[in-house]
Every structure is written in structure tokens, then in C-alpha cells.
């Protein structure tokens, strides 16, 4: 059972959620607004500090059920233009429920990440619109059609379709890494026992030992010289990094595997009942 806490903050957070501030003649005064969430417009040279200290009035979210967190530029990298960078690194948490002060809520901005109720494939332009509007990005219309179509440059598009046309992995591993990269990323002790006898490895041989030694983490790996392919920023199995990893002509584990969770709890059984040593 859930019992409310009484706070001075929460109440007093109850009343702001239904305002919003500006300064009149260097006064400040809250003028009426639908409920929802605070604008905290505040049109002074000290606005910002008003704004931070209602901020602290903020009670703590209960979130239920929380998935994974993913990066929101991998969920829709055009989102990326728009965000300020403060911003950048926030990911999306998706929750079964969300609670403030005992009130259900869709979506909510708690730093440095943003949760959300259900999953973005349940009407994405619309979890798009909520995401938006907690994090306070202008966009019209159109904006978020293009972010929901997550289209990828030509460029791009062609880059990959020429790793594509290789024929095996270590083929398409060297093509997309390069020789020197993948080298690099090689322990030297390990090359140098491959090479003891004076030749060196082609650049396809040092692409297999590098899937020898790495699996299907390989691309993970050296993601940081894939840059030009635009590759996800998480991997662990996401869908950005199933949908990279085959438009390079991978399969699907190349992108990773998705972190286990643990059960909330575990039920053991308790200790046997033996019969006495001794009669």
C-alpha cells in the first residue's frame, strides 16, 4: 500500500502547475492559466533564476514498469537538429505508468532523461508531440512528419549500399572499417604472434581476427570510425542499431542483445526438515 506524503512543496506545486509568471513593471505577478504544466514565463533579467527556484518545487515522479532507456537521437535522429545541447545525451524511458502527486501523466521531463507511457510505436507523431512539448522545442507540423519518417541522407544510403555488395562478414567489416582502424584495434602481442614469420596479414585476415576475437561486437567494437555511415549511439539490440547493422548487409546480432532484466523478486525454497542425527 502506497501512502501520500503531505509536503508543503506538493501543494504548493498543485497551485503553480495552474500558473504562469511574468514581471509587470519589475513585479512579479502569476497570471492564470489552464492546468497542465507551469509555462514559467518569467520576462525579467532575473527570469531564470525564478524559474530555477520554482523548479525546486517539483515533486519526484513514481515511474512503473520502466524499459530500457534509449538515446533520443537514435529513436529519431532528425530530432537532433533541434535539440539544445543540454539536451543531447537525454534518452527515452518508456514506463507502464507515470505518477505525479498521486495524478496520472503521459510523459515527463525528469533530468537527465525523459520517461513516457507505452512504446513510440504507439502512434509515433503524437509520443513525438509529447516528447516535444516537455522538453519545449518548437516544431510545426511538418517538422515532425520529416523526424517521424527518419530519412536518411543519399549519402548515406549510398555508403551503405556498397558495404552491402561484399560478399562475407570480414569482407564488409574491412570495407566499412577500414584496414588500418581494425589493425589499431587489435592487441599488437596478437599481431605479433600472427606475423612471427615475417608476412603480414592481409587486410580481409585482419578483418576475420578481429571477428574472432570480438564475435558480433565487432562494429560495436570500432563504431567510433563508422561515423560516416551514421551508426546508433546505443547498440545492446536496439531497433536504430538492428536496422544499421542491416542496411550494411549484417544480421540482426551484430547489433548486440538486449539487457536482460533481473525479476523483481526471486522465491526460494527454505531450508529441508532432516530427521535428528541421533534417536
Known amino acids: 500500500m502506497r501512502v501520500a506524503h503531505y509536503s508543503y512543496a506538493s501543494e504548493t506545486w498543485k497551485y503553480l502547475n495552474a500558473k504562469r509568471y511574468c514581471t509587470v513593471g519589475g513585479r512579479l505577478r502569476i497570471i492564470p492559466e489552464k492546468p497542465g504544466r507551469p509555462a514559467s514565463i518569467v520576462r525579467s533579467s532575473k527570469g531564470w533564476k525564478i524559474k530555477a527556484a520554482l523548479d525546486l518545487l517539483k515533486p519526484t515522479p513514481e515511474f512503473f514498469g520502466q524499459g530500457d532507456p534509449v538515446p533520443l537521437i537514435d529513436i529519431w535522429p532528425g530530432l537532433n537538429t533541434f535539440l539544445p545541447s543540454h539536451l543531447r545525451q537525454c534518452r527515452l524511458i518508456s514506463c507502464e505508468r507515470i505518477l505525479i502527486i498521486d495524478q496520472e501523466t503521459e510523459c515527463v521531463f525528469h533530468a537527465p532523461d525523459i520517461y513516457l507511457v507505452g512504446t513510440v510505436d504507439d502512434d509515433e507523431k503524437r509520443k513525438l508531440e509529447l516528447v516535444a512539448s516537455e522538453l519545449e522545442l518548437s516544431l510545426n507540423n511538418r517538422q515532425f512528419e520529416l523526424i517521424v519518417k527518419r530519412r536518411t541522407s543519399y549519402e548515406v544510403k549510398e555508403r551503405r549500399a556498397e558495404i552491402r555488395l561484399c560478399s ?108 535428528n542425527l541421533h534417536g
Not at 600472427?194 to 576475437?213: K, P, R
Not at 551514421?230 to 545492446?236: G, I, L, M, Q, R
Not at 536496422?243 to 536482460?260: C, D, H, I, P, T
Open 168 to 275: 562475407t562478414d570480414a569482407e564488409r567489416l574491412r570495407a566499412a572499417v577500414g584496414e588500418e582502424e581494425l589493425r589499431s584495434g587489435l592487441p599488437s602481442s596478437l599481431l605479433a604472434v600472427l606475423e612471427n614469420d615475417g608476412t603480414s596479414l592481409t587486410g580481409t585476415e585482419i578483418a576475420e581476427t578481429a571477428i574472432v576475437m570480438y564475435q558480433t561486437d565487432a562494429l560495436k567494437q570500432y563504431r567510433r570510425t563508422l561515423k560516416h555511415f551514421d551508426p546508433p549511439t546505443k547498440w545492446a539490440g536496439s531497433s536504430r542499431a538492428v536496422e544499421f547493422v542491416q542496411s550494411l548487409g549484417f544480421s540482426a546480432k551484430w547489433a548486440g542483445e538486449r539487457n536482460a532484466k533481473r525479476d523483481p523478486f526471486l522465491e526460494v525454497e527454505g531450508p529441508f526438515l532432516l530427521p
